[in-house]
């Protein structure tokens, strides 16, 4: 089979972004050979409160879902949902100083890029 560049970063639920301590909450994947997005989450309120008693853990859960309706480009997504595919990768990997942040982006080949999300999901988030 043949192999595909892909890229791909984690997302981050940063409580308190003044400390920087931060839980997986997802992984986000671009494969732009398979024109691939996808992303997958699961937010710990258990972990989070670990790290932040007082965190929003409704607050994280709704910005992990909205990450994924953007990927899947739903109509809800707004105007970001006409984008192409990288480029609803490159907007939803920007930097930004929220609660919810993506970590740096990385490349790796894979024959499938559904299964790569789904390891990487188990390895990084669960």
């Given at each position: 089979?043949?192999?595909?560049?892909?890229?791909?970063?984690?997302?981050?639920?940063?409580?308190?972004?003044?400390?920087?301590?931060?839980?997986?909450?997802g992984v986000l994947?671009?494969?732009?050979?398979?024109?691939?997005?996808?992303?997958?989450?699961?937010?710990?309120?258990?972990?989070?409160?670990?790290?932040?008693?007082?965190?929003?853990?409704?607050?994280?859960?709704a910005a992990v879902?909205?990450?994924?309706?953007?990927?899947a480009a739903e109509?809800?997504?707004?105007?970001?949902?006409?984008?192409?595919?990288?480029?609803?990768?490159?907007?939803?990997?920007?930097?930004?100083?929220?609660?919810?942040?993506?970590?740096?982006?990385?490349?790796?080949?894979?024959?499938?890029?559904?299964?790569?999300?789904?390891?990487?999901?188990?390895?990084?988030?669960?």
């Amino acid at each position: 089979m043949t192999r595909h560049a892909f890229e791909y970063a984690a997302l981050r639920a940063v409580p308190r972004v003044d400390r920087g301590e931060f839980v997986n909450v997802g992984v986000l994947l671009y494969c732009q050979a398979k024109d691939f997005l996808g992303a997958r989450g699961h937010v710990d309120a258990a972990r989070l409160r670990a790290v932040d008693g007082a965190v929003d853990v409704e607050a994280v859960e709704a910005a992990v879902g909205a990450v994924a309706t953007a990927c899947a480009a739903e109509a809800s997504a707004g105007p970001v949902a006409e984008t192409s595919a990288g480029a609803r990768f490159r907007w939803l990997t920007t930097p930004r100083s929220t609660g919810v942040q993506p970590g740096p982006v990385h490349a790796g080949l894979t024959e499938d890029p559904e299964w790569e999300l789904d390891h990487l999901f188990h390895r990084l988030v669960l």
